[in-house]
């Protein structure tokens, strides 16, 4: 069974710091997706990625996918008040198989 | 932009009724899928539909729940009999389904259900 660890859980940070979120999962995969959610909304897809270290950048947030250790990270940069959401990461099989999601971390990005 | 939608944004059902969700996919995907998030947990897998029959369902999808593609633009998940506990945010997602290494599920808004 596939299972996908997100941490931390809750996340309380300032305006201008860095902090990383841990995505771990217990099976094979070569594909991670990283979603936000703000309250009571949908999710909106960040990030795709698909092999051995892949990193992808959108402004203040990184992704990265390390399929050996199968770990990735979502790195922010210099917080804003605009990030605060909560962030999902999820993995599947393969393309067009059912997502596995993490519990989510909720970010919430402080003056 | 191309966008899954869903209806109704909101419903609120007293338990035992059955209730429809009703989502349009994005035109030219093949794959659909329901997913729900009970308040404040994380987003669970239902049920994948493709070529007009399920591809993968899980435990939670159970002989309550069916879905159904009536017409070239509509996919349901009916609940026949709804319970306190399927109380929950549902969320349709389709993909391209061409066997695209870079395919990924877009969500629509969801459909927030209540049943008291």
């Known amino acids: 069974e596939l299972k996908v660890e997100q941490n931390p859980l809750f996340l309380s940070m300032q305006e201008g710091k860095n902090y990383t979120i841990y995505c771990n999962y217990s099976t094979t995969s070569d594909r991670l997706y990283w979603y936000r959610q703000d309250p009571g909304k949908s999710l909106e897809s960040l990030f795709v990625?698909?092999?051995?270290?892949a990193v992808k950048q959108e402004g203040r947030l990184m992704a990265s996918l390390d399929t050996k250790a199968r770990l990735s990270t979502l790195h922010i940069t210099a917080a804003v008040h605009d990030l605060s959401a909560t962030y999902f990461c999820?993995?599947?099989?393969?393309?067009?198989?059912?997502?596995?999601f993490g519990k989510g971390t909720r970010l919430s990005v402080i003056a | 932009e191309p966008e899954v939608t869903q209806t109704p944004s909101h419903q609120v059902t007293q338990m035992g009724q059955e209730v429809i969700l009703r989502c349009v996919p994005i035109s030219n995907h093949l794959y659909f899928y329901w997913y729900r998030q009970i308040l404040g947990q994380k987003v669970e897998f239902l049920v994948s539909?493709?070529?007009?029959?399920?591809?993968?369902k899980s435990e939670i999808f159970d002989d309550q729940f069916s879905v159904e593609r009536p017409d070239g633009s509509n996919f349901t998940l009916k609940i026949r009999s709804t319970k306190l506990e399927d109380s929950a945010m549902y969320f349709c997602?389709?993909?391209?389904?061409?066997?695209?290494?870079?395919?990924?599920?877009?969500f629509g808004p969801g459909t927030r259900l209540l049943v008291l």
């Open positions: 997602a389709s993909s391209e389904g061409r066997g695209l290494i870079q395919e990924t599920q877009y």
């Open positions: 539909f493709y070529n007009n029959e399920i591809s993968e």
């Open positions: 999820a993995v599947d099989y393969s393309g067009n198989t059912p997502l596995v």
């Open positions: 990625l698909l092999s051995n270290g």
